[in-house]
Structures are given as C-alpha cells and as structure tokens.
C-alpha cells in the first residue's frame, strides 16, 4: 500500500477531536476515498494485574500510559496492507476487554487521539498533523459530561483528575505541539473549512511518512 497517507489529529481532551475525524471520514467519503481511523486511546495499558484502587492512581494523561509501542506496530500492519485487531478499553475499569475491534487498511489511515503528538516514535509517521484547540473551560464541560454519562464517574473525581492530571499534562504534553502542526483547527466554527483544508492536503503522495 505504498500510496496510503497517514493523517494525526490530536489536541486536548474535549477539544472535537472525535467530531473532527468523523466529519474527515465522511467527506473523503463524497470523493469516493477510503479512510480507517486508529485511536490511540484504545491502546492504554492494560491494568487487570493491578488492585482497583492502585489503577485509579496512574496518571492517564502522560504519555507512558499508552502501548505506544502496540500502537506503531499496528500502524506499520495497515501501512503493508494488513488488518489489525485494536484493543478495546474498559475506561470504567481501566482494563482491556477480551473481544478486539477489526481495523483494516484503507488508502488514508487517520491516527487520533491526544497525545498522539507527544510521543516521537509516534509523530515521525505523521504526514499531515492537525491540532485541534479549544478553551480549558469548554474542554472541561465536554469532559465532564462524558465521563458521567459514558463511563460512571462522579463530577467529583473527574474534577479532581482534570484539575491534577489533565490539565497540567496538556500544559506539557498537548499544546506545546500545536507548533509543529500543519492544520490547526479553532473553534467548532471552523470545522468545516478545515475539513475542507485537510482533504485538498492529503494527497497521497504528499502525506506517505518517510522511511
């Protein structure tokens, strides 16, 4: 698959990451291109060997608490042409589940999640890097109401770890790399036109990650 382009996406928790690749996914889809998304966020440590309360003690928002190394190997599978089975996380738990998520390749692969940046291996793959940005505060709204309603957490904890982890690690590990992007995304308001950018950039031959 030597015309396959990789596009990352990546920015803070609740800045529209997710909503940002579905609409990418779709208007490449109008164009009659294909397009398979890898979240990094499927690939967290499994912590089944670990008590309860020890797991709800890692920090979550520093790159070591993804299988980056799993994560690379999986992306270098769909750049030759093979299926992967992506890990499913239990974020209730914070443990893997037994079943896998299918992915096959496609000719753009869209790498996603937010810490995607941060980790050097995992950058260098990137042939086109969006960065999407949004307030502390409206990230921390968003958040909040998923996590209570997707994955049973108290407004209490989720404070607490947005205020301890959260907003400290994207401080050192999210925005800092919002430099290094090629698109930056600002605002819902600016979706559409980004969408719009980001499919004339990718171009297969421009966005194939270097050897």
Avoid: W
């Amino acid at each position: 698959m030597d015309e396959t382009g990789v596009c990352g996406i990546a920015g803070g928790s609740g800045a529209g990451k997710t909503t940002l690749t579905r609409a990418l996914v779709k208007a490449l889809a109008r164009e009659g291109r294909t397009a398979t998304v890898l979240p990094f966020d499927n690939y967290y440590r499994d912590l089944a060997d670990r008590p309860y309360p020890e797991r709800t003690q890692v920090n979550f928002d520093h790159p070591d608490s993804l299988e980056h190394e799993l994560y690379l190997e999986h992306l270098a599978q769909l750049l030759n042409g093979q299926s992967v089975e992506v890990p499913i996380y239990d974020f209730a738990t914070h443990t893997r589940s037994t079943q896998v998520l299918v992915v096959e390749p496609h000719e753009i692969i869209i790498a996603e999640g937010i810490l995607l940046f941060a980790v050097p291996e995992v950058r260098h793959q990137l042939g086109l890097k969006v960065f999407v940005a949004a307030p502390q505060n409206l990230r921390y709204q968003r958040r909040l109401k998923r996590d209570v309603e997707e994955r049973g957490r108290s407004p209490e904890s989720i404070q607490k770890q947005f205020t301890t982890t959260v907003a400290p690690m994207h401080d050192q590990f999210v925005e800092p790399f919002a430099a290094q992007a090629d698109v930056v995304v600002e605002g819902t308001g600016a979706m559409k036109k980004a969408v719009e950018q980001i499919v004339a950039q990718l171009a297969p031959k421009d966005v194939t990650p270097p050897n």
